[in-house]
Nanobody, 123 residues
Framework: QVQLVESGGGLVQAGGSLRLSCAAS????????MGWFRQAPGKEREFVAT????????DYADSVKGRFTISRDNAKNTVYLQMNSLKPEDTAVYYC????????????????WGQGTQVTVSS
């Protein structure tokens, strides 16, 4: 299993931007599908975006399409989430997750999780 550490969260005004990073330890990072998920207070954890091991495939939740971009740098063992045009409803703890070999987009597809980073968007 890969170990994951997120960073880059914080407080931002509506309309602003943040870039989350997730650093992975361990070998064969490029064999992992990586994903970003989020969980708001009182709500279930939900899918935000995923990216395949070679970066050739990405998927996004409808709520973030056109505003968020997932990317990865396999040489640095890092996956990113660029978040633009942030809205108060984007406020949540954001989690990085990894799934070895096969592609997935569901929470239950992922076996490796980071500790999460808080994103708060003020109106």
């Amino acid at each position: 299993q890969v170990q994951l550490v997120e960073s880059g969260g914080g407080l931002v005004q509506a309309g602003g931007s943040l870039r989350l990073s997730c650093a992975a330890s361990g070998r064969a990072f490029s064999t992992y599908t990586m994903g970003w998920f989020r969980q708001a207070p009182g709500k279930e954890r939900e899918f935000v975006a995923t990216i395949s091991g070679n970066g050739g495939r990405t998927d996004y939740a409808d709520s973030v399409k056109g505003r968020f971009t997932i990317s990865r740098d396999n040489a640095k063992n890092t996956v990113y989430l660029q978040m633009n045009s942030l809205k108060p409803e984007d406020t949540a703890v954001y989690y990085c997750a990894g799934r070895v070999w096969t592609y997935g987009t569901r929470v239950e597809d992922f076996g490796s999780w980071g500790q999460g980073t808080q994103v708060t968007v003020s109106s």
